[in-house]
């Protein structure tokens, strides 16, 4: 069964860091896209970051560029999303999903062409 797995979520304060996972089981990641969405409490769910299948192209929202950074490490099967310089206004449930083998995404941040979802990680930012 395919599937994904998200870790790394916890409490930071403000302007600390955090790096969340996301590990495959039941298929090899290398030849899929990978993002990470976000979803707070009563908004809408946001996409944050993508890395893309063959070229490894990399896509960041607005609010998080310059302070998150998508990679993948093949050999652990697993992406990771390191978030720096959290913000309050950063908290939320994060998603890893993937649309799967080699689909090209035509819009990496928009959650619909996603088929396989995580069951999220908790991001909370307070002092």
């Known amino acids: 069964q395919e599937q994904l797995v998200e870790s790394g979520g916890g409490l930071v304060q403000p302007g600390g860091s955090l790096r969340l996972s996301c590990a495959a089981s039941?298929?090899?990641?290398?030849?899929?896209?990978i993002g990470w969405f976000r979803q707070a409490p009563g908004k809408k769910r946001e996409g944050v970051s993508c890395?893309?299948?063959?070229?490894?192209?990399?896509y960041y929202a607005d609010s998080v560029k310059g302070r998150f950074t998508i990679s993948r490490d093949n050999a652990q099967n697993t992406v990771y999303l390191q978030m720096n310089s959290l913000k309050p206004e950063d908290p939320a449930v994060y998603y890893c999903?993937?649309?799967?083998?080699?689909?090209?995404?035509?819009?990496?941040?928009?959650?619909?062409?996603?088929?396989?979802w995580g069951q999220g990680t908790q991001v909370t930012v307070s002092l």
């Open positions: 999903a993937t649309a799967g083998p080699s689909h090209w995404l035509t819009m990496p941040l928009e959650g619909y062409e996603y088929s396989i």
């Open positions: 039941g298929f090899s990641l290398d030849v899929y896209s």
């Open positions: 890395i893309a299948v063959m070229d490894n192209s990399t």
